[in-house]
């Protein structure tokens, strides 16, 4: 057994985990945060990705342990003040998800694209979510809501 | 026993079987006496849930030289798997319905062997059935066109049922229910623009370009809306094909719909809620519905072969009609007036000709549940209920036209355009409908271009992770161009088809037609899906040997 410490959603937790244990087990088993999803158990769907330091993982291809010290970001933990995200609000506006499964996985590798790329072209888009699979929507309306957010926070950026 | 469904995540046919797993979890629990959680893995799903499709098709067409169909015979080896699951034997009749497609001709035949192997069973797959036949009808009729020389899209033309708009016999024997089939194909070329298509493909083919262009057509009808109890016990379903609805005005004016059907992605929620809220008069947001739990919602037959909004939803507007005709009653007796002297219109009861004097539908619900002055003899409250048994199935129908690009070096395939024009009569959300179609457009992309279950010569399988089954991902598959003409079903009071499975029945057929069309100067006549770069070189390669060979054999012929 190993302690690790490791800031989720904001809060520092601090567990005995198995060297093995990996990070989505941990996130779902050990602090129940369901809305990090198990796919596919082989690291191709992306429902489990989350955000490490910002950067998005799949959190299945990393153990608990080497998020030791490091700052995780859940889908659960996106909404600020009791509001969503913006990249939340588009997926909700443009019918980007159906069954929602893919969702979780999908927002935070949306949030972690356009903190590289604010302003990415629909073939961006497409490349930047490549690791993460939705059998419902066709993508047509995830890559929409992508564009929508972008759109918006270019907005408040000129605005401001 | 209860059972608790909510958010369950997509189905697209492998959710409506029971699976041994579930029976076994049950029966540990009881011997345990605790709870027992089972939990599906992925590979375990691919293994051992059920897969799609699965037919060897045997398709002949009878036509005369000007392009008339005169007759079609369809045999099919239908592979059932291992065991037979809830409808593995059904699938293939179904689909025997939906051969002719959308065409006129007077002769038809089909038969179908099923056979057993040592296979995943087979069953429901989204567009079950009917994906196969307009597969079939569909690469035969581009066929057709071929022999004759003719433009595949003239030669559908010339082949259509003429409109109609009540019960009308297809080729198969079975009622469509409506339909205008010319202005839902022209308005696809119209879109696709198809005439330009074709002079950018002889341009390409003119000068020998290594992207080769090809344009595919898939016309083809669903029947949605499962289905009429009588035909469910005409094939031994043993299961009936109505769908019940429940909807409660509470005191203080809320309302609640109760719904038999299973969501889960398809957003009945927003949808019933609309179909609530227009039926009453009310506000969606004063529309909850309540789903996905057998003690909530005990009735039902759920959510599968495009049957929720055209059985499930028709109960919710019926059950509202139900809700409105009492409140009438109670609305008469608070306005002191003669119910045939009520009107109804946005929520609101008033007395003809002095529209001053009314009651909104929530003050009648208050009223109903405070019951203190009910006409005489009047049950208290404001709830109705409603089970529909459709009459016939619906049937949506479409044109989709898909363009693709084939490199002729790596037998890779694009879609740079991909348009589809459906009708599933009046639409309830337009965003649901674009939705399904997106979704279900993409599956059939797959299905046509990657997807594929493999087996090893010992019958195991070989694909049974995403990393062996490719889904194609968000750069795999091009944005659509949709479009719609609006036929009213006449199966149901509004007219509703549904739309869950026409993206899939339309794309498959519409992809292969076009990697074909691409290749048919080289020779190419036949791929089977998926259409991988690796098949399509492969028939490339095989139509340039052919070729080479016929000018050898010519050449020795003449000297």
Request: with cysteine; aromatic share 6%.
């Amino acid at each position: 057994m190993r302690r690790i410490g490791v800031t989720v959603d904001g809060v520092r937790y601090e567990h005995e985990v198995e060297p093995r244990l990996l990070l989505v087990h941990y996130l779902r088993e050990v602090l129940g945060i369901g809305g990090v999803h198990v796919g596919c158990d082989t690291s191709n769907c992306g429902a489990c990705t989350v955000l490490m330091d910002g950067e998005s993982v799949k959190s299945c291809t990393i153990l608990a342990v080497q998020a030791d010290n490091h700052e995780i970001t859940t889908v659960q933990g996106l909404a600020r003040d009791g509001e969503w995200h913006p990249v939340q609000r588009a997926f909700h506006e443009a019918h980007g998800l159906q069954c929602g499964y893919c969702t979780p996985g999908m927002i935070m590798a949306s949030v972690s694209l356009l903190k590289e790329n604010p302003d990415p072209s629909e073939e961006e888009i497409r490349e930047g979510l490549e690791g993460n699979l939705c059998r419902c929507t066709g993508y047509e309306n995830i890559v929409k809501a992508v564009r929508m957010a972008a759109e918006r926070s270019g907005e408040r950026a000129a605005a401001s | 026993m209860r059972v608790v469904a909510p958010d369950v995540g997509g189905g697209f046919g492998s959710k409506l079987n029971v699976y041994a797993e579930e029976a076994l979890a049950l029966a540990l629990a009881r011997r345990l006496d605790r709870p027992v959680k089972w939990v599906e893995e992925r590979s375990e799903n691919h293994l051992a849930t059920t897969h799609g499709r699965g037919q060897v098709q045997y398709i002949e067409l009878a036509a005369t030289a000007e392009g008339k169909i005169l007759g079609m015979k369809v045999k099919l080896v239908a592979d059932m798997g291992a065991y037979l699951q809830l409808l593995t034997p059904g699938i293939a009749i179904f689909g025997s319905f939906t051969y002719p497609g959308l065409y006129n001709f007077d002769a038809y035949s089909f038969e179908c062997v099923g056979v057993f192997t040592n296979l995943t069973p087979t069953d429901a797959y989204r567009g079950a059935g009917r994906s196969e036949a307009a597969y079939a009808h569909e690469r035969a009729m581009d066929a057709l066109a071929r022999e004759l020389e003719m433009d595949p899209a003239e030669l559908r033309l010339r082949n259509l049922i003429p409109p109609f708009t009540g019960p009308t016999a297809n080729p198969a024997g079975v009622m469509y229910d409506s339909g205008d089939y010319e202005a839902c194909m022209r308005k696809a070329l119209e879109l696709a623009d198809y005439e330009g298509l074709r002079a950018e493909q002889r341009r390409r083919r003119e000068s020998g370009s290594v992207r080769q262009l090809g344009i595919g057509i898939g016309n083809f009808t669903e029947s949605g809306g499962l289905s009429p109890s009588k035909v469910a016990a005409g094939v031994r379903l043993q299961s009936g094909g109505w769908e019940a609805a429940t909807v409660r005005m509470l005191a203080s004016g809320k309302v609640e719909v109760v719904t038999g059907t299973s969501p889960h992605g398809q957003g009945h929620e927003t949808a019933w809620a609309q179909i609530a809220a227009d039926s009453l008069g009310v506000s969606p947001d004063d529309v909850e519905v309540l789903h996905g739990d057998t003690a909530v919602a005990p009735l039902g037959r759920d959510t599968y072969g495009s049957r929720s909004l055209a059985v499930g939803g028709v109960a919710v507007h019926l059950a509202c009609g139900k809700v409105v005709e009492k409140a009438k009653k109670i609305a008469a007796h608070m306005l002191e007036a003669a119910e045939g002297d009520i009107e109804f219109a946005g929520g609101r009861f008033s007395v003809a000709g002095s529209p001053e004097r009314g009651v909104t539908i929530q003050e009648v619900a208050t009223a109903a549940s405070l019951a203190a002055d009910l006409p005489e003899g009047m049950e208290p409250g404001l709830h109705e209920s409603h089970v529909f048994d459709p009459p016939n199935f619906t049937w949506p129908y479409g044109t989709h036209i898909c363009v693709v690009e084939v490199d002729t070096e790596t037998g890779k395939v694009t879609i740079p355009k991909y348009v589809a024009v459906d009708d599933c009569g009046p639409v309830v959300h337009p965003a649901i409908v674009e939705g399904q179609l997106h979704g279900g457009i993409t599956q059939g992309i797959a299905q046509a271009l990657y997807e594929k279950a493999i087996y090893d010569e010992s019958g195991n399988l070989l694909t049974g992770t995403l990393v062996d089954y490719l889904i194609p991902g968000a750069p795999d598959v091009p944005s659509f161009i949709l479009d719609r003409t609006e036929v009213p079903s006449s199966t149901n009071p509004m007219g509703w088809k549904g739309i869950g499975e026409s993206g899939t029945i339309g794309s498959s057929p519409a992809v292969i037609n076009a990697v074909i069309d691409a290749l048919s100067h080289l020779g190419v006549r036949h791929i089977d899906m998926p259409a991988t770069p690796m098949r399509v070189w492969q028939a490339i390669q095989e139509a340039r040997g052919r070729e080479a060979g016929e000018r050898t054999s010519g050449h020795s012929a003449q000297s």
